[in-house]
Every structure is written in C-alpha cells, then in structure tokens.
C-alpha cells in the first residue's frame, strides 16, 4: 500500500480510511434505518444506492454494507441507535481496507482472481464475492471497481493484484 | 465448474461462490427419540444415483443457505429453491 502501481491499462490504489457499517435489518425495517442513517438502502441484492458522500450496498435479503466519510461514523451509530429500530449496526471501518482498480482493463485485471462474469457487472452493481479464496466486496462505481478486503489480507490481495497488472502490461 | 442459480440472489454464479451443506429435508428429531433414530438423524443419508436434494450455502454472496436438486449421475444442478419451500418435482425423476 506505498505509492499507487499504475499502467497503460489499469491503475491498483489504496483509498484512505473511510466508515464502514454492517446493517442487518429486516426488509419491513429497511426504509426506517435508511432514514436514520441518510443514505438509500437498495431493494434488489446488488444494488448501490448513493446520497451524497454516502452510500449502500445490498448484499443479501437482510444485509447491506453502508460507507460514509470517517467522521461520521459516530453520528450515524448515534442516530441508529436513539430510532428503535430491531436491526444491527456493527461498525467495521477498521475491519476492513479498500483498494480502487481502474482504468480500461479493469475488468481483465479482476479476473485473475474472480470467477464472476464482470461484465455482468454494470456501473452502480456490486456484491460481496471472491477473490483467490478471499471473500471481497466489489463495488462497480463510476470511475471503476472499488474492492472491501478484511485489513490481515489487504498485503496479500494487493501481491496478487499487482503480480496480475504486470502480466496485463505484457499481454494487453 | 458448476453454475449454480442463487434463489436469494436470483443470479447464476460460479460454484467458488458456495459451499455444499450436506443433503437437504433432514428433520432434526425430538431428542427424547431412542438411539437407533437419534443415529439415523446424524449419519444415514440417502446417497442416490440420480436426483439428490442438498443443501447449498451461497457462502461469498448473500451468504444464504438455499436448497438444489443435484442429478448425482450427470453432476447438473436441475433446480434451486429457497430454504423452507417443499422439494418441487422433477420431470422423469423415478421413485427414492
Ligand atoms: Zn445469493
């Protein structure tokens, strides 16, 4: 995670610290704890819903994963917590760190380690899926794929990343 | 590799996305049963030839349990379905 290892074709990033939640709230309660924490919980699995600086994903029928800007991490666990609502909010910011793979062979470069027909994968799509045996995140955002990896494998997941770039160089 | 439909998902994904869980509709019984049943509940699984419904963990996705329909001969998963609905029938299945 030192300096951003870019090519011709795809760019691997460390992004900074940012507030990650873990949300399990039943689909009755989905809107209630949308509301309390300022930010769209998506209907279908898959989806990314954004407002502002925040943003959702869905990852099952009763889960999503929710980031925000760092500091407000302990706002947001304050106004879940004073709704009432019977759900779960674990705060995972330190649990896991995220890596943003661009650029035009983003998607080959994903490959390596993902068995998921990316291209299946449109803008405002993600999941939590795997890579080389480690359970990731991927969200496809605009300018590219962000990948959640839990902290302890975060080294690992980038060795691979930057050993598939090279071969990408060679071959793309 | 396999390509599994999740019916949680609804999305048909790779099978390193998922875990096999063992054969499916096993009743857990009352633990007051005699030993005979407590040890046919534990170990006697009916290993057909043919259509055998397991349990499947979409364990690197929404991390559901759901049930499928897997010809044990041909290895294709015939039908998925969602964890608590009745095993559906399979066109030219023969008795178990
Ligand atoms: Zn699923």
Known sequence: MDEPVK????TVEALPARARFSLRATEADAAAAG???AVPLGATIGEIAVAGDRRSLRLGPDEWVVV???EDAAPMAGAFAASGIAGSLVEISNREVSFAVSGPAAEDLLAHGCPRDLSRMAPGRGARTVFDGLSVVLWHVEDGFEVDVWRSYAP???????????ELAVTV | MLLIHCPYCDETLPEAEFTYAGEAHIVRPDPSVSDET???????RSNP????????RHA????RYFNAIRDTVSDRVLVTYKAGEPRPAIAGEHGQ
């Open chain 1, 7 to 10: 090519t011709m074709s795809t």
């Open chain 1, 35 to 37: 509301e309390a924490l």
């Open chain 1, 68 to 70: 925000a800007p760092l």
């Open chain 1, 156 to 166: 690992f997941l980038e060795a691979l990343l930057t050993a598939a770039q090279r």
């Open chain 2, 38 to 44: 407590w040890r046919d509940f534990l170990y006697i």
């Open chain 2, 49 to 56: 030839k043919g259509p055998h419904a397991e349990r499947w």
């Open chain 2, 60 to 63: 690197h996705g929404c991390a």
